[in-house]
């Protein structure tokens, strides 16, 4: 069974990169059931989709409202994948989740099936 | 705002069903059968409940069913428990630029 868990920074100021990491257990990211990706949730608010990809990064959705500003990225030797989000401010306080979503016949199943636990980042000098 | 609309609020007694509703447009829930379900408990992750308008995961109780009707899909939990008191929270694909949209959230209580 998958198992993911987020690690990262708690605190990032204003205009700077956030970068969080997910490390996956219970099987590989080099996978062909599963896009990895990231889902955020201001305190008190709604959810937000950020992005997801395929583990060879050929295959990716993002957030257009966010796009211009994140990275997604796998990395298959540590079994592991990454977002990075850029110029942040303080609406980007969120806890960030990620979460996998099954392959389908169809394709990408547009759903999340396995989520992480979640970590808080804050975005204040 | 949030692109699909859920009431803020359902309460309901043990044993009782209620349902919760989720409205969009003929560009997200009455396009595709991309709408999935989340329980979400105070600290805690959200767990996907319903895919694909009905579908349950493996070993969920079948006392969470979903349905759509045009463009409004909806979640029944029947013989409430104290254990379904969470945040509920609807998902769809959308043909619009934004892919994915959400609902904001509904808050069941279990009186």
């Known amino acids: 069974q998958l198992q993911l868990q987020e690690s990262g920074p708690g605190l990032v100021k204003p205009s700077e990169t956030l970068s969080l990491a997910c490390i996956v257990s219970?099987?590989?990211?080099?996978?062909?059931?599963?896009?990895w990706g990231w889902i955020r949730q201001p305190p008190g608010k709604g959810l937000e989709w950020i992005g997801s990809i395929f583990y060879n990064g050929n295959t990716y959705y993002y957030n257009p409202s966010l796009k211009s500003r994140v990275s997604i990225h796998a990395d298959t030797s540590q079994n592991k994948f990454s977002l990075k989000m850029t110029s942040v401010t303080a609406a980007d306080t969120a806890v960030y989740y990620c979460?996998?979503?099954?392959?389908?016949?169809?394709?990408?199943?547009?759903?999340?099936?396995?989520w992480g636990r979640g970590t808080l980042v804050t975005v204040s000098t | 705002q949030s692109a699909l609309t859920q009431p803020a609020s359902v309460s309901g007694s043990p044993g009782q069903s209620i349902t919760i509703s989720c409205t969009g447009t003929?560009?997200?829930?009455?396009?595709?059968?991309?709408v999935s379900w989340y329980q979400q408990h105070p600290g805690e992750a959200p767990k996907v409940i319903i895919y694909g308008v009905s579908n349950r995961p493996s070993g969920l109780s079948d006392r969470f069913s979903g349905s759509k009707s045009g463009n409004t899909a909806s979640l029944t939990i029947s013989g409430l428990q104290a254990a379904d008191e969470a945040h509920y929270y609807c998902?769809?694909?959308?043909?619009?630029?934004?892919?994915?949209?959400f609902g904001g959230g509904t808050k069941l209580t279990v009186l």
């Open positions: 003929s560009s997200d829930i009455g396009a595709y059968n991309y």
């Open positions: 998902i769809s694909y959308t043909t619009t630029n934004s892919l994915i949209v």
């Open positions: 979460a996998t979503t099954p392959v389908t016949a169809f394709g990408y199943a547009w759903y999340f099936d396995i």
């Open positions: 219970g099987g590989p990211i080099a996978s062909n059931g599963h896009y």
